[in-house]
């Protein structure tokens, strides 16, 4: 099928879209866009240059895709903003390019759903399979790994980090990094155990959680440190692949991990 645009919006000719592309009312798509096939553009939604987008996406009305950057220190240089295949992008979101004081991409990967509302600022990667539930702010260079789920109204401090399958609730303020596998909320947010609910969805076996499940024991309520805890994951418990994700990411933390909400009383 030929592509589908409505006669008032503005497509540059440098932009490239692809088979069955459909583009409602009000648009502006910008030169230096790529757009893949049978994906659908509501109303009023505005793309702008330097910005990839996949196929079988749906970017709903209101939304300001690759907009640039809110830092001080960005001078108009060439950034990128890259979205998946498949990806839902809810009204009014915004997406902003990356910066030279990173790799220069701001990227959200394939089967991702962002609701309403949602912001995702420069620098920032979001991981395949994840929601961010409407409101969900991201400041610049968060990463966001695979299949989390952010709850709504959600603010995430600069440079911090949530691990794969984790799950952050509404209303939570997240000033630093969540582990994988791991369930937080509250403001500032803290640590409640597994997402044991998440875990069992996606497949996790009983004993696999069970592994998690005594990692997370050792390492953030048992031990006094973090390298103690690390130390005595190693010695004890199988080299699962999430065993080694977990201490990976507690090994690489730089803002640090959330605390564990019992050790805040």
């Not at 997402?195 to 069970?210: A, H, Y």
Request: proline share 4%.
């Amino acid at each position: 099928m030929s592509v589908e645009i409505h006669p008032t919006s503005i497509v540059s000719p440098k932009a490239k879209l692809g088979t069955n592309v459909k583009v409602g009312p009000f648009c502006i798509i910008e030169d230096n866009v790529e757009i893949g096939d049978n994906t659908e553009i509501l109303s009023n939604v505005s793309i702008k240059q330097f910005t990839t987008i996949g196929s079988n996406c749906k970017i709903f009305e209101g939304s300001v895709i690759g907009g640039i950057p809110q830092h001080l220190g960005f001078k108009d240089e060439e950034t990128y903003v890259q979205i998946g295949d498949n990806v839902v992008i809810r009204e009014y979101v915004t997406i902003h390019r990356g910066t030279s004081f990173d790799d220069g991409i701001t990227r959200v990967e394939n089967n991702s759903y962002l609701m309403a509302y949602v912001h995702i600022a420069h620098d920032c990667k979001v991981g395949h399979d994840t929601i961010l539930a409407n409101a969900v702010t991201l400041a610049g260079h968060v990463r966001v790994g695979n299949y989390v789920f952010i709850g709504g109204l959600t603010p995430i401090h600069q440079f911090c980090r949530i691990g794969d399958y984790a799950m952050v609730g509404g209303a939570s303020a997240v000033d630093k990094d969540i582990p994988p596998y791991t369930r937080a909320a509250k403001n500032h947010a803290l640590l409640y155990g597994l997402n044991i609910v998440g875990l069992r969805r996606r497949g996790f076996k009983p004993e696999q959680i069970k592994i998690i499940k005594e990692a997370y024991r050792i390492l953030f309520r048992k031990s006094a440190t973090l390298q103690e805890g690390i130390k005595e994951v190693k010695e004890k418990l199988p080299k699962t692949p999430e065993i080694e994700n977990l201490l990976e990411f507690v090994k690489t933390t730089k803002r640090g991990i959330a605390p564990e909400a019992s050790k805040r009383g």
